[in-house]
């Protein structure tokens, strides 16, 4: 199963993601093109402390991918939690055929090589 085990690349260049980081965008990028709950993705991150954390982690996925020139991939869907952007997994949406194997093929594409 496609998972935050998984080093999330941008034009072959690998993004550095604590455990939580990946754990995050690997949920969005699994729930594309749909939204994840912020409950939903607190539990993935097995953490009760305050909602500012999921805000906090948000922000340095974002920061990171602007760091090695990464379009900005993340909305945040008011009310609702947030998700990855139609322009940020638009190549996976049309790639992926739903099974594991078929998303993790269409995300090394999309993240590991030069485009």
Known sequence: MLGDAYPLCYRG????????????????????????RRTTLLDRLDSESANN???VIICRIRH?????????????????????????G??????VSGDARGITKALRQLYSHSG
């Open 53 to 55: 954390i999921l805000q």
């Open 64 to 88: 990171k991918l602007t760091e090695v020139g990464a379009p900005n991939a993340i909305e945040t869907v008011w009310g609702a939690g947030y998700r990855w952007k139609p322009g940020g």
């Open 90 to 95: 638009h190549a996976v949406a049309e790639k």
């Open 13 to 36: 260049q690998p993004i550095k993601l604590t455990h939580g980081e990946r754990t995050v965008a690997w949920s969005l990028l699994k729930a594309y093109p749909e939204h994840v």
